[in-house]
Nanobody
């Protein structure tokens, strides 16, 4: 069992930045890949970024250049750096360690 706790969300003006954190605990040696998803009201959950233990990362094409995923193995923490935020980035952001470990989410609200 893996527990994931997100933090770092909040209210920010358009053009601003936020860094989300996701700290893992429990049976973390079993984790090979972690990812960030987001879900805006009335929309489906969408993949934001992925980070694997071999160093491979992926960021959704539409977010490249603004969002960066990284991790700190010593702290068992995954990060999502979000720059030049737009109102359409407003959503609940979730951390996941597939296949079925999810955090409770952290709300990001970007005002225009």
């Amino acid at each position: 069992q893996v527990q994931l706790v997100e933090s770092g969300g909040g209210l920010v003006q358009a053009g601003g930045s936020l860094r989300l954190s996701c700290t893992a605990s429990g049976i973390i040696f079993s984790i090979n890949t972690m990812a960030w998803y987001r879900q805006a009201p009335g929309k489906e959950r969408e993949l934001v970024a992925v980070s694997s233990n071999d160093g491979t990362t992926y960021v959704a094409e539409s977010l490249k250049g603004r969002f960066t995923i990284s991790g700190d193995n010593a702290k068992n923490t995954l990060y999502l750096q979000m720059n030049t935020l737009k109102p359409e980035d407003t959503a609940m952001y979730y951390c996941t360690a597939p296949p079925d470990n999810w955090g409770q989410g952290t709300q990001v609200t970007v005002s225009s």
